[in-house]
């Protein structure tokens, strides 16, 4: 894909660029027209073409926020800030009408009503603690510094790197692309931040001004903006291969368009009805809850024993599914779902199966109903589009959940039996240890989404 990189048109005042190259202008250097403020009640006004934000005393973080939303972008912008301020660039970021939460390494991260939260690309000249972050990206009112910070990033080669770049008391550059789950930074032409999330898709852009409490000496600071502007780009391509990827031995699944290669666990011909596939997403439809008791498990028509498997998946509020491997269609002849160790799919705050099991082996992330996921799993917001990896090597099978691992056991070992043998699964003979075995998606009554299914077969090398 292309990204136009048109230069930016730098004029004397602080009044937008012209828009050209499929760029927009998001100020139009006169008023405030199409801004909503969000937050605390700092003043922002209109000067000689520049946006100017001006602290106040014990009111909390301020935004103004764009009017709409947006996904894949790239936004470019300039900014001079006093040395006292903290301040910021909010992107992909929500104000919510009701509280909501998510998991993120164990810790439930609730975001109250009415706050700003999102992606901040920080504007951060700290003299006073010798600490120039610039070009990072925070996580405002979630889960904190996120570069440097858990998704990469040396702090102190940060702070020397923000503080050879940084131009006190003077213009300062940013660009930012966020293409996918993919959002980079530059500060003043040179690459900065660069981390891989998929917790927000889209949102709107706020110009922040922090919040000042006790600290009366930062009552008044400022921080100014000028030349926003952004160019829209095409969604990230989906259900494709990178060159990179073709070369590792990777493979699609499915091809993003069809049902070539898959077919209904119940038969040889894949799903008349329940399973869609639109825009580059597989769905499975809502249905009412039931397993399996509609359109039904889709499985592959080739069989996998070594392999990497790589998926995306999005859930819907309360919804239940899972992939499995190893799966013999033939084994389960009643009621439910075909039979296979399960890569757990779920709503933990909502569905009930969250709560039984054992010790909460039926969370999402969990080999379903026979190892729990461990608390310091990553757990993206409903809505939200998740990962999931499973590599089976020989009888050792792994599984990740948005980057992180979460189960690894060995088939057929004593440990894998006495978990059977303690599990819903104990009537089926050998279960899990077939030599090879379809690849299956689940239809359990929830509408579940899934896209870029991909394959390394290793038996093929």
């Known amino acids: 894909m292309m990204i136009l990189r048109a230069p930016l048109l730098l004029i004397a005042t602080c009044g ?3 828009a050209a190259d499929g760029w927009s202008n998001l100020f139009n250097g006169k008023d405030l027209n199409g801004w909503i403020q969000r937050g605390g009640v700092a003043k922002y006004a209109v000067e000689d073409g520049c946006i100017v934000g001006t602290s106040t005393l014990n009111t909390p973080n301020s935004f103004l926020c764009t009017g709409r939303d947006y996904g894949d972008f790239v936004l470019e912008y300039e900014f001079k800030v006093d040395p006292r301020l903290n301040s910021g660039v909010q992107i992909r970021s929500h104000s919510l009408t009701a509280p909501g ?34 070009g990072g990206i925070y996580d405002e009112s979630r889960r904190g510094w996120l570069y440097p910070g858990v998704l990469g990033g040396d702090p102190k080669a940060f702070t020397d790197q923000g503080r050879a770049l940084f131009k006190q008391g003077d213009w300062n550059k940013v660009r930012v692309e966020a293409i996918g789950d993919s959002i980079k930074t530059t500060l003043n032409g ?21 919040g000042i409490n006790k600290e009366a000496d ?46 209904s666990a ?36 080739n069989k996998f024993s070594d392999f990497e498997l790589s998926v995306d998946f999005k859930i819907t509020p309360g919804a239940n599914s899972g992939i499995k ?35 909460g082996n039926r969370t999402i992330g969990s080999l379903y109903d026979l190892i729990r996921a461990p608390k310091n799993k990553r757990i993206y917001p409903v809505g939200a589009w998740s990962h999931a990896r499973i590599l ?61 299914v991909k394959i390394r077969d290793f038996s093929k090398k």
């Open 16 to 18: 937008a660029a012209l």
């Open 101 to 134: 939460s998510f998991v993120w390494d164990g810790k439930q991260i609730v975001i109250p009503a009415e706050r700003v939260h999102g992606y901040q690309i920080e504007i951060d000249p700290n003299p006073k603690q010798d600490r120039w972050w610039s």
């Open 190 to 210: 040179t690459p900065c931040a660069s981390i891989r999330d998929g917790v927000t898709e889209s949102g709107f852009i706020a110009l922040q001004v922090h």
């Open 218 to 263: 930062k009552d008044g600071s400022q921080v100014r903006w000028r030349n926003l502007r952004i160019q829209e780009v095409d969604a990230a391509p989906q259900n494709v291969l990178t060159d990179a990827e073709k070369a590792e031995g990777w493979a699609l699944l499915w091809d993003g368009k069809t049902n070539a290669g898959w077919r």
């Open 266 to 301: 119940r038969g040889p011909e894949f799903p008349k009805e329940g399973w869609a596939m639109e825009g580059g997403v597989l769905v499975v439809g809502e249905t009412g809850g039931a397993e399996s008791a509609a359109a039904g498990d889709i499985i592959t028509k």
């Open 325 to 359: 491997i190893f799966v013999d269609p033939d084994m389960n002849k009643g009621e439910g779902s075909a039979i296979g160790p399960e890569f757990q799919i779920l709503d933990d705050e909502i569905h009930p199966d969250a709560k039984l099991g054992r010790d």
């Open 392 to 452: 089976s090597e020989g009888m050792h099978v792994t599984f990740w959940l948005n980057g992180v691992k979460t189960v690894e056991f060995d088939r057929k070992s004593d440990e894998w039996r006495k978990a059977v043998a303690g599990s819903k699964y104990s009537k089926w003979s050998a279960f899990g240890e077939l030599d090879e075995g379809h690849i299956l998606l689940q239809d359990h009554g929830n509408q579940v989404s899934y896209r870029n």
